[in-house]
């Protein structure tokens, strides 16, 4: 078959609207979309703010640090606007009002950005307390996982809160794929949160974590089972995730499933499938 003839059948079958009919965004004419290559500047620029002299400019100090901070809170209340005006299009709203509401919430966003440094401040104190092998609190800002992806988390978090559409998802599996930790931003996770190792972690949208949680490696935070609605679809929106109590810790690859509470200080073994509560205190341990 001659080369034009390929091209000219696969043309008329992807243009078949059959073929693409749950595949197809129909962009509306002027309305932006959101960029990945952006939101990844956007956390690059964020991470600079919450963490200077790590992220963003090295030669920041004490003296100059209100300079880099005006100039990366412009160029993030910039940069932010537009794509949550993009995420704001892309879910159906007008796109006048896009530009207007996404300059409003992205300055709502930049208002919250002490109580999140505040909080990842624990995050990482956890983490440093946590792991012998942290040499310093630097190391473990430049270098761990848990942190990149605590940090887009608490991001993606507080951009849900605020009513933003598929912006915060798009934050959360930039960290996913640059850290094999998989966190939705609609989980709700209390302060100094730790994961150690953190490869294979997954926590689910309507996961509760409270206080001084320490999760190791390949621990899942799922559902157990989907309720389904009259036409055999999964319902959304309900809580099907556990509940996890401060001071609780989590060894490597335990599944914990269903919207199930693990108590208060309790303390979860390796490679334990878990689908009922465990009372406060309770060590659950695999028998030798």
Known sequence: MKTSDILNKTVKTLSDPDSYQALFHNHRDGDPFPSENELARIIEITRSILFPGYYGASQVNSVNMSFHMGIALEELGSKLSRQI??????SGDDATDCSKRGKELAWKFIEKLPSLRQILATDVRATYNGDPAAINMGEVICCYPDIKAITNYRIAHELLLLGVPIIPRMITEQAHSETG???????TIGSYFCID??????????SIIGNNVKLYQGVTLGAKSFPLDENGNPIKGIARHPIIEDDVIIYSNSSILGRITIGKGAVIGGNIWITEDIPAGTKVLQKK
């Open 197 to 206: 190792h953190g490869t294979g972690v997954v926590i689910g949208a309507t």
């Open 85 to 90: 005006a993009a995420g704001l299009c892309f």
């Open 181 to 187: 930790i998989d966190i939705h931003p609609g989980a």
